[in-house]
């Protein structure tokens, strides 16, 4: 159990190296963290233990998905024409294993330190950052171009890796084989995609796995997800524990399959005036568009602290982000408030915190005077913020009411969110006060050290 956590540990003082600036090479196996946060979650709420159901799930995946040094794919996946084609064998060898071992160890490398092992987002450096790293596991995305419940395209995943997400510590500043630092070259990325797939395909069936134990076996009674003793003695019986488990799998690598069908058309309209930038807009405010860019501005203004839009309740009514403070994304409400437990009850949250869970973070509503885009700050990609909302966080999708908050108003929006940016020495951001109060290092601090 976590032995890996312990290889690392142990490995970062063999080897001493530094955990913030090259992460951790190691060449001790390593293995799969158990997702132990989602299995006490059922064990809080049914009272039954699931000791038994971890270890079988563990089996189950092993069997699916190989280790981290040796990466298979599911049997089902080689035998569907479609899910065939969803991610490579070749890929998932390169950016597994050791980084010691040539051609070999890309995302231990250059991923490992802040998303984990097993991509739980538990990686050493994880409780360093602000927003923590993602965990890939429930299988939920933020930025990509497809709609909010669906997965995102391999490209949106090539794009978040390549330019990194602007204001987080991820940043596309990653060690070269050269020695130099900068973004990641191409085929390199293609290769993390798959095995960010491939983790999240993974984390995503465990969970659904634990999921089926709980709430359709009579675990008290002894009943199990699969019995690997049967495999020898009954056949019969392991070949149909084993096809519901098949079926999980792939169901699961058919949402990553759906998402082409899901992506999200979005028409720049042309008889707005839309800036690309916030340079962009500030020479358009001195040029003929520049009447009409201020009504659209001042349009946006009346729709984000008014009642229909409400972007104020939680941006606030400056765009500061200090309108709601208290809330918390999905991968901490997950494992609190869907249980009924409250995220600041720290004593309730012990035995989770305890079994992997990191300490609950509430989530910041965007500071608009910063002008810095996470999902990138291209027209398209802001409408599509606005449009579907941020998957995972309670940035919510606008709903649109016929002739008072129309189509044409949420271009107004964004021309209003765009101009609010202010030059970077005015602005007083949450994190520069607390470092300052605290005389702790900054993200962008940590984040150049981590990389
Ligand atoms: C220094 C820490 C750090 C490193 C190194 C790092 N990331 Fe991240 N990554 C983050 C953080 C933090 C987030 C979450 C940002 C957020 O929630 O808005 C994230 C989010 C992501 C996401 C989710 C994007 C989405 O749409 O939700 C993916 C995919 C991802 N990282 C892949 C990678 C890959 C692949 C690598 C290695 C090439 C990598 N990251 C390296 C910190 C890191
Ligand atoms: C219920 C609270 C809530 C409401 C209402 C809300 N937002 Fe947000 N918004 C958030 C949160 C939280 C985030 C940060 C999400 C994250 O961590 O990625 C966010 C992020 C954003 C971003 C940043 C996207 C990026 O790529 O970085 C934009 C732009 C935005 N909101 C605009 C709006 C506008 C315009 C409205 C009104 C139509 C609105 N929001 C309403 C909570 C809200």
């Known amino acids: 159990m976590n032995r890996s ?18 992460g951790c090479r190691s060449e001790l196996p390593v293995d799969f963290e158990e997702n132990l946060v989602h299995a006490k979650k059922w064990e809080l709420q049914s009272g039954a233990s699931m000791d038994q159901v971890v270890e079988d799930s563990q089996w189950a995946l092993d069997k699916l998905f190989g280790f981290p040094d040796e990466p298979k794919l599911p049997d089902s996946f080689g ?87 602007a204001g987080t510590s991820m940043v596309p500043e990653y060690q070269l084989p050269d020695g130099k630092v900068g973004p990641l070259p191409d085929d390199v990325i293609e290769k993390l995609v798959d095995y960010v797939i491939y983790l999240s395909i993974r984390g995503e069936t465990e969970r659904a796995l634990l999921d089926e134990a709980a709430m359709e076996l009579d675990l008290e009674g002894g009943e199990r997800l699969i019995d690997p003793s049967l495999e020898t003695s009954d056949a019969e019986a392991f070949q149909e524990q084993w096809e519901l488990i098949e079926e999980v799998v792939a169901e699961i690598g058919g949402s990553w399959l759906d998402a082409e069908d899901e992506v999200v ?16 807009l500030v020479t358009m405010l001195a040029g003929d568009l520049g009447d009409a860019l201020r009504q659209s501005i001042e349009r946006g203004r009346e729709l984000f602290v008014g009642t229909i839009a409400s972007c104020s309740k939680c941006h606030g009514t400056s765009g500061r982000g200090d309108g709601q403070e208290a809330d918390y994304d999905d991968w901490t409400k997950d494992w609190t408030t869907r249980i009924g437990l409250k995220p600041d ?5 012990i035995p989770l915190i305890a079994r992997g869970a990191l300490p609950p973070r509430t989530i910041k509503p965007r500071n608009f005077e910063q002008g810095v885009f996470r999902g990138g700050e291209r027209p398209q990609d802001l409408f599509h913020r606005l449009n579907q909302g941020i998957a995972g966080t309670p940035m919510p999708a606008v709903t649109l009411v016929p002739g008072q908050f129309e189509e044409a108003d949420v271009w107004h929006l964004l021309n209003f969110v765009r101009s609010l940016k202010q030059p970077e020495e005015t602005v007083v951001t949450p994190a520069a006060a607390t470092s300052a109060a605290t005389g702790s290092t900054d993200d962008q601090a940590i984040a150049t050290a981590t990389n």
Not at 5 to 16: H, P
Not at 265 to 280: K, N, R, Y
Request: charged share 30%; proline share 6%.
């Open 79 to 165: 035998e569907d024409e479609d899910l065939k084609t969803l991610v490579s064998l070749e890929h998932l060898q390169a950016a597994s294993g050791s980084d010691l071992d040539e051609g070999r160890g890309l995302y231990r490398q250059h991923c490992g330190r802040c998303h984990g092992i097993s991509g739980n987002g538990r990686g050493e450096a994880a409780a360093l950052v602000e927003p923590y790293p993602r965990d890939f596991r429930p299988g939920i995305f933020k930025f990509k171009s497809t709609t909010r419940a669906s997965k995102p395209l391999k490209s949106d995943l090539t794009r978040t890796i390549k330019y990194g997400l």
């Open 345 to 349: 009850d720290e004593s309730a949250l």
């Open 5 to 22: 956590v312990l290889d690392l540990r142990f490995c970062s003082l063999l080897v001493g190296c530094s955990l913030l600036t090259i």
């Open 265 to 280: 058309e979005i028409e720049i309209p042309a008889d707005l005036p839309v800036p690309a930038s916030h340079e962009e």
